[in-house]
Antibody
């Protein structure tokens, strides 16, 4: 079965960067887009972007240009998101999610990674 | 960006009651390929969101058929025919027709 296992919670300082991971199993990693979604405490959901691990193509929500960088390692079936120049506004739970088709981009979800930005 | 407006923000229901949630889009969600990429998701407390319905009315595998979706262009509805305790949580509509993908603010379904 499809599983997305995300890395653990991070406590990071303002101005620093963090890289979180999403290890995929149960399917061919290179065949489906992987999306990343942000959820701030008590708030709704924001789409950050996607990566197609088959060729590394990416598409970002303009809001996250320069903030998020998506990569994928085919050898370990792991997708990564790096967040840079962190501020308190980046404190949130970040999810990876895999599509079924273009019609259903968020069919499978990781458990989420809490990032807390604090000095 | 496409704005999705969900109503009501909070819904109180008894077990067995049928309820509906509305999602209105600031732009038509009909894609040039003829499909309409409007999905519904449920986020139970402390859990990741779960896909319920895609392309307006297609039930995701394993989702009970008490859930149904309808609508077109800019107006969409999720109906739950007979709420069960496991249905409590926050419901989100989201669109994948226009980049960036966007979500509604959510409708919290709670027990009356």
């Amino acid at each position: 079965q499809v599983q997305l296992q995300q890395s653990g919670a991070e406590l990071v300082k303002p101005g620093s960067s963090v890289k979180i991971s999403c290890k995929a199993s149960g399917y061919t990693f290179t065949s489906y887009d992987m999306h990343w979604i942000k959820q701030q405490p008590g708030n709704g959901l924001e789409w950050i972007g996607w990566i197609y691990p088959g060729n590394g193509n990416t598409k970002y929500n303009q809001k996250f240009n320069g903030k998020a960088t998506l990569t994928a390692d085919k050898s370990s079936s792991t997708a990564y998101m790096q967040l840079s120049s962190l501020t308190s506004e980046d404190s949130a739970v970040y999810f990876c999610a895999r599509e079924i088709t273009i019609a259903a981009p968020f069919a499978y979800w990781g458990q989420g990674t809490l990032v807390t930005v604090s000095s | 960006d496409v704005v999705l407006t969900q109503t009501p923000p909070t819904l109180s229901a008894t077990i067995g009651q049928s309820v509906s949630i509305s999602c209105r889009s600031s732009q038509s969600l009909l894609d040039s390929d003829g499909d309409t990429y409007l999905n519904w998701l449920l986020q139970r407390p402390g859990q990741s969101p779960q896909l319920l319905i895609y392309s307006v009315s297609n039930l995701e595998s394993g989702v009970p058929n008490r859930f149904s979706g309808s609508g077109s262009e800019t107006d969409f509805t999720l109906k739950i025919s007979g709420v069960e305790a496991e249905d409590l949580g926050v419901y989100y509509c989201m669109q994948a027709t226009h980049a960036p993908y966007t979500f509604g603010a959510g409708t919290k379904l709670e027990l009356k």
